[in-house]
């Protein structure tokens, strides 16, 4: 995600989708049967890291 100049907003949004997808992919995958334990916070802490690392590239939340 660090080329974002080449990029349209349409086209950042589904490339973050598509990194916090396979986060949780793999994640759910390490976890096995205990993800449910583990999913709601997991989900949360991805989705801050993905904040995150948008708004270190320039990204902020429409108003």
């Known amino acids: 995600m660090n080329d974002t100049k080449r990029h349209t907003p349409a086209q950042i949004r589904q490339r973050a989708q598509q990194w916090y997808d396979r986060q949780m ?3 759910a ?3 096995g049967a205990r993800w449910p334990d583990h999913k709601e916070w997991m ?3 991805l989705r801050e ?3 995150q690392r948008l708004h270190a590239l320039g ?3 429409a108003a």
């Open 43 to 45: 989900e949360s802490y």
């Open 49 to 51: 890291e993905l904040r």
């Open 59 to 61: 990204w902020r939340p």
């Open 29 to 31: 995958r390490a976890h």
């Open 25 to 27: 992919d793999s994640i």
